[in-house]
C-alpha cells in the first residue's frame, strides 16, 4: 500500500449490502487495490492473518480504471483465494461474519 496508508477492518454484525455499508462507513469506505493484494502476498497459503481464512468474504470498495466504485472480495477456497469485483449499485448481499476493510487514513 501507498505510504502512509493505514486500514481499518470490520466484522458485519448483521446481513447488510454494499450501499449501506458505504453509508456506514462514510468518507472512508474507499481502499486501493494495493490494500487488497498486498495481505493476499503475505498470506499466500492460507495462513493466518489480517484476512479472514474461514470462508467468509474480504471485502474492499476500490475505484476501477474509470472511476467506478466495485467491491473487490475475496474468500480463501482452501487451495488459494477467490478474488471477485462488483459494482456497488448491484445488490447483493453480505452476511454475518463477513470482513469489510476501509481506509483509516
Keep these: 500500500?501507498?505510504?502512509?496508508?493505514?486500514?481499518a477492518s470490520y466484522v458485519l454484525e448483521k446481513d447488510s449490502v454494499d450501499q449501506l455499508i458505504i453509508s456506514e462507513l462514510g468518507g472512508?469506505?474507499?481502499t486501493d487495490l494495493?490494500?487488497?493484494?498486498?495481505?493476499?502476498?503475505l498470506q499466500p497459503n492460507g495462513e493466518r492473518g489480517y484476512l479472514s481464512n474461514?470462508?467468509?468474504?474480504?471485502?474492499?470498495y476500490c475505484e476501477d480504471?474509470?472511476?467506478?466504485?466495485?467491491?473487490?472480495?475475496?474468500?480463501?477456497?482452501g487451495a488459494g483465494r477467490d478474488v471477485y469485483a462488483h459494482s456497488v449499485?448491484?445488490?447483493?448481499p453480505w452476511f454475518v461474519?463477513?470482513?469489510?476493510?476501509s481506509s483509516n487514513s
Design 54 to 60: 474461514n470462508g467468509n468474504a474480504n471485502i474492499f
Design 89 to 92: 449499485a448491484d445488490l447483493l
Design 28 to 30: 472512508k469506505h474507499r
Design 1 to 7: 500500500p501507498r505510504a502512509g496508508y493505514q486500514a
Design 65 to 77: 480504471v474509470n472511476g467506478v466504485l466495485r467491491a473487490v472480495h475475496m474468500r480463501w477456497s
Design 34 to 41: 494495493a490494500a487488497v493484494f498486498h495481505p493476499m502476498s
Design 97 to 101: 461474519g463477513h470482513c469489510v476493510f
